[in-house]
């Protein structure tokens, strides 16, 4: 099966490869915090080094966390299939060896102790309960107006930058949000057809 073979596990590492370096070698978290300070005005969130350090690795790790849960989702369209749940057994299978080479290899790059690989994978349970939850609810809507849940990066990263403005927080973090879930399938393609862009 073509398909299965793209998604050899050495892929998972390949794809942690270029998230790890898209979050800390394009310094998206930097760009994203100096873009909200400077449009609100707001240089009061910065705190000095040892703050502004912390800030951006843990709005990295819920970047981290985004990406996986978006390319987890974007997985079966490789197997020609629009969900997860329509998966063959063995497709199931390649797509569950090659997120754990991902989870190991992020690990590595990280230097990640055993309670943090806990830690980022009870988050990363978070984050794919809320996606199958949004699935369902896509169903629940299409039988009557239902309020829609936000996904959990926005509210967590709006806490993390700015608390005392949370709405407006709120907002720069669901536009970020966007453009991350977007990297994320970039980054999933290029890792899985090198060949296209």
Not at 51 to 65: K, Q, S
Request: glycine share 4%; with cysteine.
């Amino acid at each position: 099966m073509p398909r299965a073979r793209k998604l050899f596990p050495i892929y998972g590492s390949a794809l942690a490869n270029n998230m790890f370096m898209a979050v800390q070698s394009d310094r998206m978290v930097s760009h994203f915090i100096a873009g909200y300070v400077a449009e609100h005005d707001r240089e009061g969130i910065l705190g000095g080094p040892a703050r502004d350090r912390e800030l951006a690795e843990t709005v990295g790790r819920e970047i981290l966390l985004c990406m996986i849960a978006e390319a987890h989702e974007a997985l079966p369209a490789f197997f020609g299939r629009k969900q997860k749940s329509k998966l063959k057994k063995e497709e199931k299978e390649t797509v569950e060896a090659f997120s754990t080479e991902l989870l190991a290899a992020l690990a590595r790059a990280l230097n990640w102790s055993a309670e943090d690989r806990r830690e980022f994978r009870r988050d990363l349970v978070m984050y794919s309960d809320f996606r199958a939850r949004q699935e369902l609810a896509v169903n629940v809507r299409k039988r009557g107006a239902t309020p829609q849940e936000e996904a959990p990066f926005i509210a967590r990263v709006a806490l993390l930058l700015d608390p005392s403005m949370l709405e407006q927080a709120r907002r720069a973090a669901r536009e970020f949000h966007a453009a991350v879930c977007l990297l994320a399938r970039k980054l999933l393609r290029r890792t899985l057809s090198p060949g296209r862009r």
